[in-house]
């Protein structure tokens, strides 16, 4: 399901002229990186739920921890972008084309890149040289930073504070933007006189609303019961893990689909 919505969304929008719009273009990169995290995790996923595997190579797990928190962080900046692209369209439309041409959009794609994947490197390259003398056993069917550092005997000073810097100079930062944004956007639909254009205006926002819930509420979850969790059974464990690599990209391209008139 996963690969097929993605691959739905991007093969419409590739394929249909009156989809070459800024919009849809946030809405292709949204769906590349939900097909990447798909991709990323579906041999160790897949492999232990069907038990045809039991065991990982420290180097597979390592690039593989690197792709899904590089991914998150790449989706996150998608959705701050997204509601970036609704500000502008419902707040000042008439510059919207002026802003959001095919050149800036290039810029932005290339900033996400860079942004996700390379604030990312440090943290994830310091886990090749840590000593794991704990119990080799990881909490879900993929690998997390948390869960090896959690294995490992060294100083791990260096990666817990760069990590909780990372989340709150990516996630959480571009969660408060997001929130500010549709203040904004709020604001300026609430000066509309007519009732109808308020509602179409807010409508054009809801599948954004949708996804960005979609992300953000298991990324919460898996977190709480990390932090808080840990007398929990290992079911709720690995249930919330799955969530959190599963849901967002199976629901996105159904969001998408239902929400938005034309796709």
């Known amino acids: 399901m996963v690969f097929l919505g993605n691959c739905m969304v991007l093969h419409v929008i590739r394929t249909e002229p009156s989809l070459h719009e800024p919009m849809f273009y946030f809405l292709a990169m949204l769906a590349l990186t939900d097909l990447s995290m798909g991709l990323s995790t579906v041999h160790t996923v897949l492999g232990v739920l069907w038990g045809f595997i039991q065991e990982v190579s420290l180097d597979s797990c390592i690039a593989q921890s690197y792709f899904i928190?590089?991914?998150?962080?790449?989706?996150?900046?998608?959705?701050?972008?997204?509601?970036?692209?609704?500000?502008?369209?419902?707040?000042?439309?008439?510059?919207?084309?002026?802003?959001?041409?095919?050149?800036?959009?290039?810029?932005?794609g290339i900033i996400i890149l860079c942004r996700s994947l390379l604030l990312i490197s440090p943290a994830i390259i310091r886990l090749k040289f840590l000593n794991y003398c704990r119990p080799h056993i990881l909490s879900h069917s993929f690998c997390l930073h948390?869960?090896?550092?959690?294995?490992?005997?060294?100083?791990?000073?260096?990666?817990?504070?760069?990590?909780?810097?990372?989340?709150?100079?990516?996630?959480?930062?571009?969660?408060?933007?997001?929130?500010?944004?549709?203040?904004?956007?709020?604001?300026?639909?609430?000066?509309?006189?007519?009732?109808?254009?308020?509602?179409?205006?807010?409508?054009?926002?809801?599948?954004?609303?949708?996804?960005?819930?979609?992300?953000?509420?298991?990324?919460?979850?898996?977190?709480?019961?990390?932090?808080?969790?840990?007398?929990?059974?290992p079911l709720v464990h690995v249930l919330m893990g799955n969530i959190y690599i599963l849901f967002p990209p199976l629901m996105n391209p159904i969001i998408y689909s239902i929400k938005t008139q034309q796709i």
């Open 146 to 233: 948390q869960d090896l550092i959690r294995m490992a005997c060294s100083d791990i000073r260096f990666n817990s504070f760069y990590a909780l810097a990372l989340v709150i100079s990516t996630l959480l930062l571009d969660a408060v933007l997001i929130l500010i944004s549709y203040i904004l956007i709020l604001h300026a639909v609430l000066a509309i006189a007519s009732r109808e254009e308020r509602m179409k205006s807010l409508q054009t926002c809801v599948s954004h609303i949708c996804a960005v819930l979609v992300f953000y509420i298991p990324i919460i979850g898996l977190t709480m019961v990390h932090r808080f969790g840990k007398h929990l059974s």
């Open 69 to 108: 928190h590089g991914l998150s962080f790449m989706e996150s900046s998608v959705l701050l972008t997204m509601s970036f692209d609704r500000c502008i369209a419902i707040c000042n439309p008439l510059r919207y084309s002026s802003i959001l041409t095919h050149d800036n959009i290039r810029k932005i």
